[in-house]
Nanobody, 114 residues
Framework: VQLVESGGGLVQAGGSLRLSCAAS????????IGWYRQAPGEQRELVAS???????NYGLSVKGRTAISRDNAKNTVYLQMSSLTPGDTAVYYC?????????WGQGAQVTVSS
């Protein structure tokens, strides 16, 4: 099982980014895929999730400026974020969940400069 995040890096405040999560080794289309983030000294929090059928859920802090989508043919989930602020600086993790099966990626650093 692998979840590989990409697309992180340094972004200026007000900018946007797109993160990708490429999955392999499990029945991707059945799983709910979530993006979580963790800033230094903070708890990990949900950014957004998308079920296998496409139902989406967003964290309050990013709602309205974030979109999650998936391409089951490519086993990939995307996270599009805009109007970034330094408060969005964190390590962003991709997670796959189906019942008691939960997998995590290694994370991608996103740093938003003011």
């Amino acid at each position: 099982v692998q979840l590989v995040e990409s697309g992180g890096g340094l972004v200026q405040a007000g900018g946007s980014l797109r993160l990708s999560c490429a999955a392999s080794g499990f029945a991707f289309s059945l799983y709910t895929i979530g993006w979580y983030r963790q800033a230094p000294g903070e708890q990990r929090e949900l950014v957004a999730s998308i079920s296998g059928s496409g139902t989406t859920n967003y964290g309050l802090s990013v709602k309205g400026r974030t979109a999650i989508s998936r391409d089951n043919a490519k086993n990939t989930v995307y996270l599009q974020m805009s109007s970034l602020t330094p408060g969005d600086t964190a390590v962003y993790y991709c997670s796959a969940r189906l019942f008691s099966n939960v997998y995590w990626g290694q994370g991608a650093q996103v740093t938003v400069s003011s």
